[in-house]
């Protein structure tokens, strides 16, 4: 199994709160991304990265930030949590050009009460 | 803008009975095409990929899958299915090519129930 983790696994937390969600691999992969899961939705792309401070805005990025300051951590941040965005959150990485398979992390359970 | 539709939000089958879970795709040129399997609490694996070449792939656990252009198609399918099989399935379609950074789109996934 490719080497991610997630932190944490499960998080309850409070409307208006800010919330950090950490990705951590030990692959030395280039790519780097973040879905939430919900639903009736599959998984939804929220931000990516190409490399180390090299982020971009996936198809549902409002509302969230992130952060990559090193190869083997890509942070997630909810600014101000709502309750829209309690979910399951998949951390993924690809190596190479990023155009072959991505390998997800175990997921982190975030409610928002 | 690149879609992917999985017709069948739930399938039930029996053991031992075939599989064929459909996705279809919407791309203005050739994707890269994917599977992924989810069981309950668990992250994704990749059961097989398409990105070029012969259009029947094989992948692990004894699935495979069809690339039809033509119809836009990649259909996941088993000869026989194992209680092991049940969980969620999601197709995935990436562009060939260009600066896409290997952004993958979702399907809306199959929940695969297996009757004893």
């Known amino acids: 199994d490719a080497g991610i983790t997630q932190s944490p696994r499960h998080k309850v937390t409070e409307t208006g709160t800010p919330v950090t969600l950490r990705c951590h691999q030990t692959?030395?992969?280039?790519?780097m991304y973040w879905y939430r899961q919900d639903p009736g939705h599959g998984l939804r792309l929220i931000h990516y990265?190409?490399?180390?401070?090299?982020?971009d805005k996936g198809e549902v990025s409002d509302g969230y930030s992130v952060s990559r300051s090193k190869t083997e951590d890509f942070l997630l941040t909810l600014e101000s949590a709502t309750s829209s965005q309690t979910s399951v959150y998949f951390c993924?990485?690809?190596?190479?050009?990023?155009?072959?398979?991505?390998?997800f992390g175990p997921g982190t359970r975030l409610t928002v009460l | 803008a690149q879609s992917v539709t999985q017709p069948d939000i739930h399938i039930t089958v029996s053991e031992g009975a075939s599989l064929e879970l459909r996705c279809n795709y919407s791309?203005?040129?050739?994707?890269?095409l994917f599977w992924y399997v989810q069981s309950p609490g668990q992250g994704l694996q990749l059961l097989l990929k398409?990105?070029?070449?012969?259009?029947l792939v094989q992948g692990i656990k004894g699935f495979e899958a069809e690339f039809k252009r033509s119809q836009s198609s990649f259909n996941l399918r088993k000869p026989s299915v194992h209680w092991s099989d049940a969980a969620e399935y999601f197709c995935?379609?990436?562009?060939?090519?260009?600066?896409?950074?290997?952004?993958?789109?979702f399907g809306q996934g199959t929940i695969l129930t297996v009757h004893p």
């Open positions: 993924a990485i690809s190596e190479g050009t990023g155009l072959g398979e991505q390998f």
């Open positions: 990265s190409y490399g180390v401070k090299d982020t």
């Open positions: 398409y990105f070029s070449g012969d259009t």
């Open positions: 692959e030395n992969h280039r790519y």
């Open positions: 995935a379609v990436g562009p060939a090519g260009g600066t896409s950074y290997g952004k993958l789109t």
């Open positions: 791309y203005g040129a050739t994707p890269y």
